[in-house]
Nanobody
Framework: QVQLVESGGGLVQAGGSLRLSCAAS????????MGWFRQAPGKERQIVSG????????FYADSVKGRFIISRDIDKNTVYLQMNSVKPEDTAVYYCAADRQAPVLRILARQYDYWGQGTQVTVSS
């Protein structure tokens, strides 16, 4: 049974930092590209960042480039999202997702196979 468990969300002031973690189990972690998505109320779920199965390739949405950093630890079966210089518009539920090894990083939610339960991030102004 595949499980993705996010942690690290919470309330943070604008300009601050937060690190999200996603622990994966029940799958061969190194076979999966991983992504972080977010969904604000009334909006579609959209990709924030992705990282390839081997950690070589990464993707960032324009809105977070230069502020967020994605990484993965193969030994811990965990993917991270370091969020720096956060803004009120970063407020959303953040989801971790796994995509079976594909030749390229994919950015659409429907392309991902497994999902975590989500963690709330709230940025106050």
């Amino acid at each position: 049974q595949v499980q993705l468990v996010e942690s690290g969300g919470g309330l943070v002031q604008a300009g601050g930092s937060l690190r999200l973690s996603c622990a994966a189990s029940g799958l061969t972690f190194s076979n999966y590209n991983m992504g972080w998505f977010r969904q604000a109320p009334g909006k579609e779920r959209q990709i924030v960042s992705g990282i390839s199965w081997n950690g070589v390739n990464t993707f960032y949405a324009d809105s977070v480039k230069g502020r967020f950093i994605i990484s993965r630890d193969i030994d811990k079966n965990t993917v991270y999202l370091q969020m720096n210089s956060v803004k009120p518009e970063d407020t959303a539920v953040y989801y971790c997702a796994a995509d079976r090894q594909a030749p390229v990083l994919r950015i659409l939610a429907r392309q991902y196979d497994y999902w975590g339960q989500g963690t709330q991030v709230t940025v106050s102004s």
